[in-house]
């Protein structure tokens, strides 16, 4: 069993950033492959971002490329998301997610494990 804690979530205005952080404990943390997922109200939850248990491969979803930044501690059981230059239809509540048995990690259908999510709102 894997628990992932988000943090780091906030309310912020266009243009700021914000670092998103999620904790994992419980088993193993590497070399699984982690990823933030991201929910607006309404609307389906879709992919953000992933990086693979070493940290050598690495996706963005077009709408985030050039702006946020995946990463991973795997010493501290850790993974992190750098937003730069949010927009409010950054809006959503972020995910973080993990595999087991898999190199990489690109669909919500892959995922094993959910955190409880942190909001994050982007006012314009």
């Known amino acids: 069993q894997v628990q992932l804690v988000e943090s780091g979530g906030g309310l912020v205005q266009t243009g700021d950033s914000l670092r998103l952080s999620c904790a994992a404990s419980?088993?193993?943390?590497?070399?699984?492959?982690m990823a933030w997922f991201r929910q607006a109200p309404g609307k389906e939850r879709e992919f953000v971002a992933s990086?693979?248990?070493?940290?050598?491969?690495?996706y963005y979803a077009d709408s985030v490329k050039g702006r946020f930044t995946i990463s991973r501690d795997n010493a501290k059981n850790t993974v992190y998301l750098q937003m730069n230059s949010l927009k409010p239809e950054d809006t959503g509540v972020y995910y973080c997610?993990?595999?087991?048995?898999?190199?990489?990690?690109?669909?919500?259908?892959?995922?094993?494990?959910w955190g409880q999510g942190t909001q994050v709102t982007v006012s314009s």
């Open positions: 990086i693979s248990g070493s940290g050598d491969f690495i």
């Open positions: 419980g088993r193993t943390f590497g070399p699984y492959p």
């Open positions: 997610a993990a595999a087991v048995g898999r190199y990489t990690l690109r669909s919500a259908f892959e995922v094993d494990y």
